[in-house]
């Protein structure tokens, strides 16, 4: 089983559109979570921190489930320029190599 | 532009040539993060630096492969003898070692291995 797995998509969705992605993690120690996202031959770029109790930015709500080991990222009123890949990144453990970043879902909304 | 930068963002070379590759982190930052990143996948850890010292390397980072930092602020990672199995995008990243420890990414080097 991966550290970190994401459903790859791609998810084509209507612009205005809500869609969550879940990412599931292995180890249940993981103590920091967050989302990148990034677009075509270009570098990841923070979307969001992920918080024990959940946080929102905007159109952005991202959840930390912890029995569950999994994080949710959820879109509302989705536009055009979110079209990108979601990367999910959970670190496992306190060394840098235990930063573990999903393969990513790819998002693709549609006029 | 305050962000972290890479140099060159795009090297082609000849297999078992050797090649160098620059990161600038943001000016603050202690921490850097090197990562390699294939079609289809996330980025995968290569080594990291707080300050000056290498503190951690990846299996995936053969005797080819050599970073350094020498005083603290910028890095390099060099290449040697590169396969075609090098071909990639080379990452940086830097963060400022807080309690969640975001890391920012630099734009990268696409690496083709002819």
Redesign the interface.
Known sequence: RKE?EQD?GPFNVPEGATVAFNCTYSNSASQ?F?WYRQDC??????LM?VYSSGNEDGRFTAQLNRASQYISLLIRDSKLSDSATY?C?V?IGS???K??????TRLSIRP | DTGVSQDPRHKITKRGQNVTFRCDPISEHNRLYWYRQTLGQGPEFLTYFQNEAQLEKSRLLSDRFSAERPKGSFSTLEIQRTEQGDSAMYLCASSAGNVYNEQFFGPGTRLTVL
């Open positions: 970190v790859p920091s967050f031959r270009k570098e990841p770029k923070l921190s990367l990144v670190n060394s840098a190599s930063i573990i970043f999903g393969s990513g």
